[in-house]
Nanobody, 125 residues
Framework: QVQMVESGGGLVQAGDSLTLSCASG???????TGWFRQFPGKDREFVAS????????AYADAVRGRFTISRDNAKNTLYLQMNNLKPEDTAVYYC???????????????????WGQGTQVTVSS
């Protein structure tokens, strides 16, 4: 069982930057990890995904060019650098990991077995 804990959310103004972190503690996820977000009353949607050694990444169209996903496997930590934030980025952000050994980027929530509890990001205009 992999426990993932997000941090770094908060209230910012439009145009600001914010970095989310997701720690898996002492457990190394030898698999693709990703970020998703959920708007009130909506299904969870894909934001970004990265393979274990970071050779491949994928982004949703809405965030490409503004958000950057990265990971530090030595620290068992996943990051999401968010620049030029917009009010429409306001959501609960979740990190997720695919099962061990599954190492291709994916935008499908069903491909991820392990999820964090979520962190709120609010962008004011």
């Amino acid at each position: 069982q992999v426990q993932m804990v997000e941090s770094g959310g908060g209230l910012v103004q439009a145009g600001d930057s914010l970095t989310l972190s997701c720690a898996s503690g002492r457990t190394r996820t030898y698999s693709t990890t990703g970020w998703f977000r959920q708007f009130p009353g909506k299904d969870r949607e894909f934001v970004a995904s990265i393979t274990y050694i970071g050779r491949s990444t994928a982004y949703a169209d809405a965030v490409r060019g503004r958000f950057t996903i990265s990971r530090d496997n030595a620290k068992n930590t996943l990051y999401l650098q968010m620049n030029n934030l917009k009010p429409e980025d306001t959501a609960v952000y979740y990190c997720a990991a695919r099962p061990t050994g599954w190492d291709t980027v994916s935008s499908d929530t069903g491909d991820y077995d392990y999820w964090g509890q979520g962190t709120q990001v609010t962008v004011s205009s």
